[in-house]
T-cell receptor, first 116, second 115 residues
Framework: GAVVSQHPSWVICKSGTSVKIECRSL??????MFWYRQFPKQSLMLMAT?????????EQGVEKDKFLINHASLTLSTLTVTSAHPEDSSFYIC????????????FGPGTRLTVT | DQQVKQNSPSLSVQEGRISILNCDYT??????FLWYKKYPAEGPTFLIS?????DKNEDGRFTVFLNKSAKHLSLHIVPSQPGDSAVYFC??????????????FGKGTKLSVKP
């Protein structure tokens, strides 16, 4: 149990275009989903926290107009990178927390974004 | 300022021996700690966790020790296997006001287990 999927697993896009990444909890409901970014040889950096049906909470330094997050249901959250630039190239990972009462987060497999 | 530190970027161990991965933290409010394992180009996988009210938690080959006075925790893997080769992340969290806080991750330690 506790499987989280991400789609796509990798994407290449041109500078200036937008890319949408989906995160789904397959066998549990998640009131809270998280979006992380990982640079090579670096830790996972939390970008934002999204709760179903409400606006996402962004970490300091993360542009909310650039990284649009939508958490439309208890099993789906999306991250849209708008007007992508080469510096947005990174490994994006989502995680989902099951309904209140646990600390654990279950992570998706990640999405490798390359902006050319 | 890093609140969770994994000062060893890499560790190499012989198969069958013990692997000890260390993690230090600065925030005394952290009350829950987790270890995740990550393979390249994959998301982290939850391994084991420990609450601040305990000093040890064991699950099969994996044991996590917590020393609150030293703000230090460690993950022991015995015996180490080649399949354990991965990056291990330590994470900490604060439980406040009836809701769980976010996870703060260390930079990870790359473990290599040699046959």
């Amino acid at each position: 149990g506790a499987v989280v999927s991400q789609h796509p697993s990798w994407v290449i896009c041109k500078s200036g275009t937008s890319v949408k990444i989906e995160c789904r909890s397959l066998d549990f409901q998640a009131t809270t989903m998280f979006w992380y970014r990982q640079f090579p040889k670096q830790s996972l950096m939390l970008m934002a926290t999204s709760n179903e049906g409400s606006k996402a909470t962004y970490e300091q330094g993360v542009e909310k107009d650039k990284f649009l997050i939508n958490h439309a249901s208890l099993t789906l959250s999306t991250l849209t990178v708008t007007s992508a630039h080469p510096e947005d190239s990174s490994f994006y990972i989502c995680s989902a927390r099951p309904l209140a009462g646990v600390y654990e987060q279950y992570f998706g497999p990640g999405t490798r974004l390359t902006v050319t | 300022d890093q609140q969770v530190k994994q000062n060893s970027p890499s560790l190499s161990v012989q198969e069958g021996r013990i692997s000890i991965l260390n993690c230090d933290y600065t925030n005394s409010m952290f009350d829950y700690f987790l270890w995740y394992k990550k393979y390249p180009a994959e998301g982290p996988t939850f391994l084991i966790s420990i609450s601040s009210i305990k000093d040890k938690n064991e699950d099969g080959r994996f044991t996590v020790f917590l020393n609150k006075s030293a703000k230090h925790l460690s993950l022991h893997i015995v015996p180490s296997q080649p399949g354990d080769s991965a990056v291990y992340f330590c994470a900490a969290s604060v439980y406040y006001g009836g809701s769980q806080g976010n996870l703060i991750f260390g930079k990870g330690t790359k473990l290599s287990v040699k046959p």
